[in-house]
């Protein structure tokens, strides 16, 4: 018997930020260690991404999961009985394997996520370690670079503009706690500023601000001025990033731009997103056009990647294949890394790999549908990531994260190290369009 042997999982039904049924497991050890780990959930979600278990029916919208639940208690924990914590990718292989299907539709991608999950907690706490130290397995950890948003958009703020997320990149921050600082301090100016014009209407699913905006281009010239009403130069201090999520408002050579009066064909958005690119002080734009939209996602990064980071989160849906295959294409040169779209954490951590390989930064990111799990900080420290996305800067779903990245970094001392302004932007590399 080893101390970190699987004695046990269990699983029950927990709430998330949205207010909707989500699945937290709990892995027990042998020598008494416990793991514990909730699944996140998103409401733009790319089409080949991990499948949730849900109960369908009338209780909660259908989104129940005593299903997945169960998937849990009769299936995953008998089988993962026995095996060892400390051996994450036998772990993961056991639950791909026991699922058999392509997208985790049998056992619940958010059944298997949060088992997988649970278990490097378990073996953290069985090492005696945080997770993020026992994840570096001694190499050297840094902070990753906080990509925070400001206005929400999109499906997570009614479709009152079409761009799903405004973001700060504090690229003039030392630290990572710096970073959370300028962030409240941009935070409140755009409130502020909000608040004078009337505007000021509570906030989105991740907590940014209600985006009443009559355009897409007056949410970026917002945040700029935000960004001076707080004390900071844009551009030099505080850059920008938006999250476009395409694939919500449209599809390859139809894009429907409701705020803007607009459609646009793959060559209009893609010049306008790049217009934007040098209008404002954009450095990292995501999701550009929709998931099938591939010569796009080229002619985009073509058009802007030397310069600007160039994300796939519907387009790469934390895919090591996928990755792969697009960086051979010169399509994106930036991967999101969201462990429920894929479902287990061995497969998140081969995309990033496979991004890491082809030269690419990554940026470990949560769901819209959150709780106070707190498990990305410690995967994005750990694995050393460039940056790391969790929504705004309210609610405490999202002030979990970077809490814990301020302690973090606190338990560090003086060997934190911390991204910084280089761990994100564009390749500096030209790349020929097509
Ligand atoms: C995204 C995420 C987080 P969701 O698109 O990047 O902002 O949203 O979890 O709804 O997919
Ligand atoms: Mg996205």
Not at 13 to 23: A, F, I, Q, Y
Not at 68 to 81: F, M, N, T
Not at 287 to 312: N, S
């Amino acid at each position: 018997m080893t101390k970190s042997e699987i004695r046990n999982v269990h699983a029950r039904r927990v709430w998330d930020s949205r207010g909707r049924p989500t699945v937290e497991a709990e892995v027990h050890l042998a020598d008494g260690s416990i793991g514990r780990a909730i699944a996140p959930a998103g409401a733009s979600r790319g089409s080949n991404e991990a499948i949730d278990r849900r109960d369908q029916g009338k209780a909660f919208g259908g989104m129940g999961v005593a299903q997945a639940v169960k998937s849990v208690h009769e299936e995953i924990a008998p089988a993962l009985r026995g095996l060892s914590a400390a051996d994450q990718a036998a772990v993961d292989r056991r639950l791909i394997e026991l699922d058999g299907t392509a997208l985790k539709s049998r056992l619940g991608g958010n059944a298997v996520i949060a088992v997988s999950m649970a278990v490097a907690h378990a073996a953290a706490a069985c090492a005696g370690e945080p997770l993020w130290r026992y994840l570096a397995a001694g190499r050297p950890v840094r902070l990753p670079m906080p990509i925070i948003q400001i206005f929400g958009g999109g499906a997570h703020a009614g479709r009152r503009i079409d761009l799903q997320d405004f973001l700060l990149v504090p690229i003039g921050a030392t630290s990572f706690d710096e970073a959370t600082a300028i962030a409240a301090e941009v935070y409140r100016a755009a409130g502020l500023l909000m608040e004078e014009r009337g505007l000021l209407r509570g906030v989105a699913d991740e907590g940014g601000w209600w985006p009443e905006f009559s355009s897409n281009e007056e949410a970026l010239s917002e945040a700029v001025r935000a960004i001076e009403k707080a004390g900071f130069r844009p551009g030099e201090n505080v850059s920008l990033a938006i999250d476009v999520a395409a694939s919500q408002f449209g599809r390859k050579d139809r894009y429907k731009l409701t705020a803007d009066k607009t459609e646009l064909d793959t060559a209009g958005l893609v010049k306008r997103l790049a217009e934007w690119c040098v209008r404002y002080p954009i450095i990292s734009v995501e999701d550009p056009v929709a998931e099938d939209d591939h010569d796009g996602m080229r002619a985009f990064t073509a058009a802007v990647g030397e310069r600007v980071q160039v994300i796939g989160d519907d387009y790469l849906v934390t895919s090591a294949e996928r990755v792969t295959k697009a960086a051979a294409a010169g399509a994106c040169n930036a991967v999101l890394l969201k462990p429920n779209q894929i479902g287990t954490l061995t497969e998140t951590l081969a995309a990033s790999d496979a991004a890491r390989r082809a030269g690419w930064r990554t940026i470990v990111s949560a769901r819209s549908g959150k709780t106070e799990d707190f498990t990305i900080v410690h995967l994005a420290t750990g694995w050393g990531a460039d940056q790391l996305k969790v929504g705004s800067f309210a609610r405490s779903e999202r002030m979990a994260k970077w809490n814990e990245g301020i302690r973090i970094e606190e338990a560090l001392g003086a060997a934190a190290r911390f991204a910084g302004r280089d761990a994100v932007g564009g390749t500096g590399r030209r790349v020929a369009a097509e």
